[in-house]
């Protein structure tokens, strides 16, 4: 969760566990795979907290680099916009491809717009007002 662009669930889904994690084992409430993963999640949290906060005081320039280009290659996953292309292997239908397309311009892209603005405009805040302390 540290990492844009790279969430625990997305981390479960490459690992196939998701739906043994998420949906089995909260739905029975099965503490025998909670608790280790829940200790894992937390420690991870804690180690990688650590590292990023040393990489990003020893190599500032670069890891926000590093962290924009995480979150640039997940804009494609993240376009809300597309459809999937799946393909059979077996018994299994798997995504192998999306089709992105332009929105329609009605009421649900108009509110997109608005909040992709909404968060624009708060992270330019954020960093006129860090300027700011920085100068004081």
């Known amino acids: 969760m540290i990492l844009p662009g790279l969430s625990g669930s997305f981390v479960l889904v490459l690992m196939g566990n998701y739906h043994l994690v998420m949906i089995e084992a909260v739905n029975n409430f099965d503490l025998g795979i909670l ?5 894992g999640a937390v420690a991870g949290l804690v180690l990688f907290s650590r590292f ?22 997940s804009l494609g996953i993240l376009w809300p916009w597309k459809n ?10 798997k995504v192998v491809a999306y089709e992105w397309f332009l929105p329609e311009i009605n009421h649900q892209f108009i509110l997109a717009v608005i909040f992709i603005t909404l968060g624009i405009l708060s992270i330019a805040i954020t960093e006129i007002w860090a300027e700011k ?4």
Not at 84 to 93: L, S, V, Y
């Open 35 to 39: 608790l280790p993963v829940g200790i």
């Open 84 to 93: 999937e292309i799946t393909r059979a292997f077996g018994d299994k239908t």
């Open 133 to 136: 302390k920085q100068k004081e």
């Open 52 to 73: 990023l906060s040393w990489l990003i005081n020893r190599f500032p320039d670069s890891t926000i680099a590093l962290l924009s280009g995480f979150i640039l290659g």
